[in-house]
């Protein structure tokens, strides 16, 4: 896994720590409110933390407002594979009843926070694990699993199976909050099918494995030499052969667009965007966190939209 995001610093300051501390999901809470974290009394939300503002606003509309959501990461310039617990994110998981992770390497901070504080009763949801996913053979899994719509389906009923557990009074509601969650998944999932319908079997490429099980479903397939995108994503300097042969897919026209992880940019990524641009091939910017003032589903509507949006042109 990368150490680093490439607009990041490498080494984050105690400053930035207690700022993203502070930060939580795009329709949570501030994380800031220590009566937040409180133990969940007969008539008091359940406090539950996330690993990310994804996870957060997830687990916000299943919730509603019998929840109270603190999201660790949602500052867009902040690499959860690089994340460093702090007091304020240790105090929030030791009240925490419900603690949503990715998993699969994505945010091992959320299991070392856990290991070394004194909550040992929460239920834990790993997304990656709720998946079913496993690496394909001599291949390292795509962790980043909610781009996958079936998975975040699965993940909802988990969810809300959770907090039906931590809070039995309101389990009915938790159960229609995630099938109303779910339904709005569908059209999401015909829009995919749509374009598979009208573009599958196009080539593609992308700077990063994190749109992967999205372009997957559209039956795209992925022409990026994969030495680029591992590099990329564990922050290592591609080789200059390598990125000649991946600028060579949009000099040569063999790609109809970019996908592009927006937050880590770089100067080689920089280029692959450059060399895109130059050649009129669409760009499609994503992101690993909830856009400010979107919610998961208003999020993933706009990143399928501009997918196909891109392959028309």
């Not at 929840?67 to 500052?75: A, E, F, G, L, R």
């Not at 460093?84 to 105090?91: D, F, S």
């Not at 079913?132 to 781009?147: D, F, I, M, Q, S």
């Not at 995630?178 to 999401?188: E, G, I, R, T």
Request: glycine fraction near 8%.
């Amino acid at each position: 896994m990368r150490t680093s995001w490439s607009r990041h610093p490498a080494l984050i300051t105690a400053a930035s720590l207690a700022f993203v501390a502070g930060c939580s999901g795009s329709s949570d809470d501030s994380g800031g409110d220590s009566s937040a974290s409180e133990k969940k009394g007969s008539s008091s939300p359940v406090p539950v933390v996330a690993s990310t503002n994804v996870y957060g606003d997830i687990a916000q509309q299943i919730g509603a407002g019998k929840v109270k959501v603190t999201s660790v990461i949602s500052d867009p310039d902040q690499d959860p594979h690089s994340y460093e617990a702090n007091t304020q994110n240790q105090l929030a998981l030791s009240k925490a009843e419900v603690v949503i992770e990715n998993g699969g390497g994505y945010d091992d901070f959320i299991d070392r926070m856990l290991k070394s504080g004194d909550n040992a009763s929460p239920e834990l949801i790993n997304a990656v694990k709720v998946s079913g996913k496993k690496a394909p053979a001599g291949e390292e899994l795509n962790e980043h699993v909610w781009y996958d719509f079936p998975t975040v389906g699965k993940l909802a009923d988990r969810i809300a199976a959770a907090l039906s557990k931590a809070d039995p009074d309101h389990a009915s509601t938790f159960t229609k909050n995630a099938k109303a969650f779910k339904a709005k998944l569908k059209p999401l999932e015909a829009k995919e099918g749509k374009i598979k319908t009208d573009h599958g079997g196009e080539d593609v490429a992308i700077t990063e494995p994190v749109p992967l099980y999205l372009t997957e479903a559209s039956g795209l397939k992925n022409k990026t030499p994969d030495d680029f995108s591992e590099a990329i994503e564990e922050g290592d300097d591609v080789s200059p052969k390598t990125l000649q042969s991946t600028l060579s897919l949009f000099t040569g026209k063999k790609v109809k667009a970019l996908v592009y992880n927006d937050q880590t940019s770089g100067p080689q990524t920089e280029k692959v965007e450059q060399a895109a641009k130059k050649a009129g091939t669409p760009v499609v910017p994503v992101t690993e966190t909830l856009p400010k003032g979107k919610d998961y589903i208003a999020w993933m509507t706009a990143n399928v939209d501009a997918l196909s949006g891109a392959l028309a042109k």
